[in-house]
Nanobody, 119 residues
Framework: QVQLVESGGGLVQPGGSLRLSCEAS????????MAWYRQAPGKQRELVAQ???????TYADSVKGRFTISTDNAKNTVFLQMNSLKPEDTAVYYC?????????????WGEGTQVTVSS
């Protein structure tokens, strides 16, 4: 059973930075893709960033140039570095991972971590 545990959320002022972490229960070498999604109140869950085992990265247009997805294989952890945060980045952020190519999200989810951008 794959477990994904997020951390690093919180309250930050506009223009600030946060780094989210997602630790997997097993080796992330086995994953085909790891990603971060977010869901704001009243909105659908959306892809923020994805990294595949082939080192292909995908970012939502709204976060390009501000967010960076990366991994630390030794720690079985995927990170989301978020800079120049805006109020519209406020959402619950979810870690997502799986072993095979899919259309849409991979099958495994973390429980989410709240990010609030407000002055």
């Amino acid at each position: 059973q794959v477990q994904l545990v997020e951390s690093g959320g919180g309250l930050v002022q506009p223009g600030g930075s946060l780094r989210l972490s997602c630790e997997a229960s097993g080796s992330i070498f086995n994953f085909y893709a790891m990603a971060w999604y977010r869901q704001a109140p009243g909105k659908q869950r959306e892809l923020v960033a994805q990294l595949t085992s082939g080192h292909t990265t995908t970012y939502a247009d709204s976060v390009k140039g501000r967010f960076t997805i990366s991994t630390d294989n030794a720690k079985n952890t995927v990170f989301l570095q978020m800079n120049s945060l805006k109020p519209e980045d406020t959402a619950v952020y979810y870690c997502n991972a799986g072993f095979y190519p899919t259309y849409g999200p991979q099958p495994y989810w973390g429980e989410g971590t709240q990010v609030t951008v407000s002055s």
